[in-house]
């Protein structure tokens, strides 16, 4: 066991430094990168001032409270950035050119190596200012010590929650021509965990449920420990849509047209 988990950290540290090599070989894409990552980040919070010159509430929460919520929303999104985004759209191509084949191939799982094949290491800068709003603000609004050591959980929860639909949604790359159109689906859903649950009325709510718990679930964990049983729930429904993602993926590798076949 203890080798073979030092076998995937090895695998992904050669991934980082492939990834780390190539933007580094383009310096003025990475620093472009890097700055619009910064001013997509600058245009949420801008947009969240101008709202609050006007109003003291949104729904439940003041201002210092849902910044702490925005930071939290963009601190996933842009782990996911970092760590899979790029992974995704790769994906879609290798599948539609028939050169997944070269995943297949290597002696690892395939969903491993398709998910953490390529790092956007420009997103480092804007995972590190992330992270660090969401220290500010936490400690704005005084969270408690309980609440501070569970916070990595209710990231990795989030993160692996937003991951796992997305990797159902790419499972319909087997089924169509073309992935624009899915990955357009993808970032829908990214954009939809980015705000709070109660500014959706019903029935939206409902059927967006599984979108918005990503980030409004934890975050009313966080400002409001009473809600200690929806974020039990959300930890088994992550483990149940991972044990689903391992039994449904082979079975999409099978309608995998490769060129060799």
């Given at each position: ?61 003041n201002e210092i409270e849902f910044l702490l919520f925005l930071s939290f929303a963009l601190a996933v999104d842009q782990t996911h950035y970092l760590i899979f985004s790029p992974n995704f759209w790769e994906f879609s191509g290798d599948v539609i050119l028939g050169t997944l084949d070269f995943q297949l191939l290597k002696p690892f799982p395939t969903l491993f190596t398709v998910l953490f094949r390529r ?143």
């Amino acid at each position: 066991m203890k080798r073979s988990l030092y076998k995937y950290i090895s695998l992904y540290k050669e991934f980082f430094k492939t990834s780390l090599t190539e933007e580094l070989s383009f310096r003025s894409n990475f620093i472009l990168q890097s700055l619009m990552n910064i001013i997509f980040i600058g245009t949420y919070f801008f947009t969240s001032f101008f709202i609050f010159d006007h109003i003291e509430h949104i729904g439940m929460w003041n201002e210092i409270e849902f910044l702490l919520f925005l930071s939290f929303a963009l601190a996933v999104d842009q782990t996911h950035y970092l760590i899979f985004s790029p992974n995704f759209w790769e994906f879609s191509g290798d599948v539609i050119l028939g050169t997944l084949d070269f995943q297949l191939l290597k002696p690892f799982p395939t969903l491993f190596t398709v998910l953490f094949r390529r790092v956007a290491v420009p997103g480092i800068l804007t995972v590190l200012l992330t992270y660090s709003l969401v220290i500010y603000f936490g400690i704005q609004v005084e969270l408690s010590l309980l609440v501070w050591l569970s916070l990595p959980l209710c990231l990795f929860l989030s993160l692996f929650l937003l991951l796992g639909i997305e990797v159902l949604i790419a499972m319909l790359n087997f089924f169509t021509v073309e992935g624009m159109g899915i990955n357009q689906l993808r970032l829908q859903v990214q954009h939809i965990c980015r705000w709070p649950d109660f500014i959706y009325k019903n029935p939206a709510r409902i059927w967006l449920f599984p979108l918005l718990a990503i980030t409004s679930i934890p975050v009313r964990w966080i400002l409001d420990m009473s809600y200690w049983s929806w974020l039990v729930a959300m930890f088994f429904g992550v483990l149940l849509l991972w044990f689903f993602i391992i039994l449904l993926w082979p079975k999409a590798l099978n309608f995998y047209e490769s060129p060799s076949s």
